[in-house]
Structures are given as C-alpha cells and as structure tokens.
C-alpha cells in the first residue's frame, strides 16, 4: 500500500494533468471504460483533421483522435502535449476534465490512456536507463527525470523498495530548465557515461550532488550521443504534455 501512495503522491506532485470536456448540450452519455478513448482510424477522421487543422494555421500537428462518449466530439492530441476535445463542425473546443455523472468518476486519464500508450511506444527502452527488478517483473514504470529535482531524488533515494516488489523502472531524461540548465547538463554527462550500469553510477552521483565527478568515471566519453538521448526524452515528454517531474507512466 505504501508503494502506491508513494506512486500516486509522485505522479501528482509531478503536475500532470487531465483534460477533457463537458457535454454542449448538459447530458453525458455514460459508456464502460474499456469501450473509451479508442484510436482507431475511421473514415470521418480526415475531414476532423482538416476542420482542425484550420484552426492551426493548416499545420499537421495532430498526433491523435479519439471519439468520446458524446455523439460528435473527439479527444484531440497536439505534437505538444496539449489535448482538448473538439465538436465536429463547429468552432469549438472544449478543456477540463470530464466526468460520468452516473458515478461520479473522471474519465478523462481512460480517454487519453491510449495517447500515452502509443508516445511511449516510440521510445526505445535501450536509449533509457534500465532498473531491473530483483524478483519477477509485474510492470514496468517509465520515469521522466531530473537529478536536479527534489522529488526525483526522492524516488530514487527509494528504488530498491520498487524493484524489490518486481517493478522495473525506465529512466527517461527530462530537464525540468529545457535544453538551456544545470539538469540538460548533468543527464547528457549521465547520458555519456557509458553502458546502462555506467549510467546508473552517474545517475548516483546526479542526484547526490555530485555531478562534476562523472567526467571522471572511466567510462565517461564526451560526445553528442548524451545530447542526442536527453534531447529524444524531451521531445515525448513534450509530446505527453509533461509540465513537471517526476512525471511516472506505468
């Protein structure tokens, strides 16, 4: 139980939010979870993204359409993170979360279930730093990280506790300050210091304030590989929406 408080805590410290929508017309149409926020092409989704695209300059930054429970309106995800959902054939957009008022429950984190799925998909495992569980695997958590954050220190400072409950965690670089800061910094020295077991000492030492020692480590290699991986990590934490970190996916 302590585990799944501290997950939760951490993803909610983390500022993820949720964005979803109300019903034009005051109803909401309540439908089982599983049958939600699916991604499915279909054929009306060329003419909702060029209705959309309008609205953007006629650039292609739809990444995602799903339909929602209400008749004509679909979840919509940006190459930026950003969702809303979108009445078809009109010029509205709606953001907050929505709610299925039969049971009062939120089921907006279900409707984007599949965006996050299919960003992280796109992130090869071996570009992360990899923690694997001494025991059976149950899950993989994939963690977006700073060394420079407090509260990555302080999932870090607990791992052990995960991987001992059979939890594998994928480290994923995600400088809180950008491409410009101390934490772009630090990871791509992590990012540069090795194999993934090289890369764990550095990480160590990050996120214990002692950073200038991984160009010392034998392992360490100056080169654009560590600014190539920190720099795919922002871009789909970018792509997620991510506004802080930890920001935890399971």
Wanted: with cysteine; net charge neutral; aromatic share 10%.
């Amino acid at each position: 139980m302590y585990m799944k408080k501290t997950i939760l805590s951490l993803t909610l410290i983390s500022s993820l939010y949720s964005i979803g929508y109300a019903n034009a017309d005051g109803g909401i149409k309540s439908e089982p979870i599983d049958n939600i926020g699916q991604t499915e092409v279909k054929s009306d989704h060329v003419e909702l993204r060029s209705q959309i695209k309008k609205f953007f300059n006629n650039q292609d930054n739809i990444t995602n359409i799903a339909e929602t429970p209400i008749k004509n309106s679909y979840l919509v995800s940006l190459d930026d993170g950003t969702t809303f959902v979108f009445f078809k054939d009109s010029n509205y957009a709606v953001l907050g979360d929505m709610y299925d008022l039969s049971d009062k429950s939120n089921i907006s984190p279900a409707l984007k279930a599949d965006f996050y799925k299919k960003i992280l998909m796109k992130y090869p495992i071996q570009n992360g730093i990899r923690y694997e569980p001494a025991i059976n695997k149950i899950g993989t958590a994939y963690v977006f990280t700073d060394p420079t954050c407090g509260y990555c220190r302080k999932l870090h400072f607990e791992m052990k506790n995960y991987l001992d409950k059979g939890i594998e965690i994928i480290y994923i670089p995600y400088p809180r300050s950008g491409v410009n800061g101390e934490g772009h910094d630090e990871l791509v020295d992590v990012f540069n210091a090795g194999n993934n077991d090289d890369m764990k000492k550095a990480m160590d030492l990050a996120k214990t304030d002692k950073a200038q020692e991984i160009k010392l480590l034998p392992s360490y290699k100056s080169s654009s590989k560590g600014t190539e991986l920190v720099n795919e990590g922002v871009k789909i934490g970018h792509e997620l929406g991510i506004r802080g970190t930890p920001s935890i996916y399971l």
